[in-house]
């Protein structure tokens, strides 16, 4: 293994892990403390507030999507040998990816401005909740992913030197 494709891919899992980090727990934040903590406030006080908090997190939320997505490829292309996983690694990271897709979008539109999209901020506490629905379907496919059994015994490094497993099937 090269010392510069480990560090790669050491910086990919790391930023990969932390950006879900804060998908998911950004969501929650706002779902479990700070909307109902502004329910007490009047509408105009309320929604300056969400205003005030969401100018920001729109330029970081993007960043921290382009991560996820430019972290997520790389770990797709450059270390799993996706064609010699089992079929049930494959329907997991399927469901992952959309689950995650459908979370990249509910929090977009949630920080987002466009009024067309101004009922999902009206209805913030369902569309939240949808969001934790999505992070823990994320959460439990990727732990389920770690656990699911290879189907091919032999293992070979792949093109970051890392060992995946190859197409030659166990007996």
């Known amino acids: 293994m090269t010392p510069h494709f480990s560090i790669i891919t050491l910086i990919m899992r790391w930023l990969h892990i932390g950006g879900a980090i804060i998908l998911?727990?950004?969501?929650?934040?706002?779902?479990?403390?700070?909307?109902?903590?502004?329910?007490?406030?009047d509408p105009a006080r309320r929604d300056a507030i969400i205003e005030s908090i969401n100018k920001p997190w729109r330029k970081f939320l993007g960043i921290v999507i382009l991560l996820q997505i430019t972290s997520g490829v790389y770990w797709l292309l450059a270390v799993i040998n996706l064609p010699a996983e089992s079929p049930i690694y494959q329907i997991?990271?399927?469901v992952k990816l959309l689950a995650a897709l459908?979370?990249?979008?509910?929090?977009?539109?949630?920080?987002?401005?466009?009024?067309m999209f101004a009922p999902f901020r009206n209805e913030a506490r369902k569309?939240?909740?949808a969001c934790l629905i999505c992070g823990i379907i994320i959460v439990a496919c990727a732990?389920?992913?770690?656990?699911?059994?290879?189907?091919?015994?032999?293992?070979?490094?792949?093109?970051?030197?890392i060992p995946s497993v190859t197409t030659t099937p166990a007996s």
Request: glycine share 8%; charged share 15%; hydrophobic share 55%.
């Open 92 to 94: 997991l990271l399927t």
């Open 24 to 41: 998911i727990g950004a969501p929650f934040f706002i779902r479990m403390f700070l909307l109902p903590a502004l329910a007490k406030e």
């Open 102 to 115: 459908g979370l990249f979008f509910l929090l977009s539109v949630l920080a987002g401005r466009a009024t």
């Open 127 to 129: 569309w939240y909740s």
């Open 143 to 161: 732990g389920a992913m770690r656990l699911t059994p290879l189907k091919y015994a032999d293992k070979a490094p792949n093109a970051a030197g």
